[in-house]
C-alpha cells in the first residue's frame, strides 16, 4: 500500500510538516521529507548520512524526546535556483535551526542539509 502525505511545495513547508510528522510519531514521514543523499549533523558532533539513517535517528528521538513539539517562528528564506536555506527561531533556546532544502523535478522541496537542536533528547 502507498502512502500519501501532503508534499513541501515551498521550503517553508518542510519546518510545519516535520512538526506534524514528529508529534504524530511518524519517523517514516518525516524521514520522507529528507533526500535519499540527506546529511543531518544529529546527533550532536555526528553526520547521519542517507534517508534510512535519518529515520532510524528521528524514531530514537520521538522515542525520547518531549513531545509535542511546536512549529517555531520561520526566519526569512535565503533562495538561489534550486536552493533554500531555512531557519527557525527556537522555541526552547537551544539556538536557531538551519537546513538547505533542495527543489525536485517535481517541483517539491526536501531537505538535503540539517542540523537541529533538541533540548534533553538523545538519539
Not at 501532503?6 to 513547508?13: C, G, H, Q, S, Y
Not at 510538516?17 to 508529534?23: C, D, H, K, T
Request: aromatic share 4%; proline share 7%.
Amino acid at each position: 500500500m502507498t502512502e500519501t502525505r501532503e508534499a513541501a511545495t515551498t521550503p517553508e513547508d518542510l519546518a510545519r510538516l516535520f512538526v506534524e510528522r514528529v508529534n504524530a510519531r511518524d519517523a517514516r514521514g518525516a524521514a520522507a521529507l529528507y533526500a535519499p543523499d540527506a546529511v543531518m549533523a544529529y546527533p550532536a558532533g555526528t553526520a547521519t548520512v542517507g534517508r534510512e539513517a535519518i529515520q532510524a535517528v528521528l524514531q530514537r528521538l520521538i522515542d525520547h524526546a518531549p513531545l509535542p513539539f511546536r512549529v517555531e517562528e520561520p526566519l526569512p528564506t535565503v533562495r538561489h535556483g534550486d536552493l533554500a536555506l531555512t531557519s527557525t527561531r527556537s522555541a526552547d533556546d537551544t539556538g536557531g535551526r538551519v537546513q538547505v532544502a533542495r527543489r525536485e523535478a517535481d517541483g517539491t522541496w526536501l531537505r538535503i542539509i540539517d542540523r537541529p537542536e533538541v533540548p534533553g533528547a538523545t538519539a
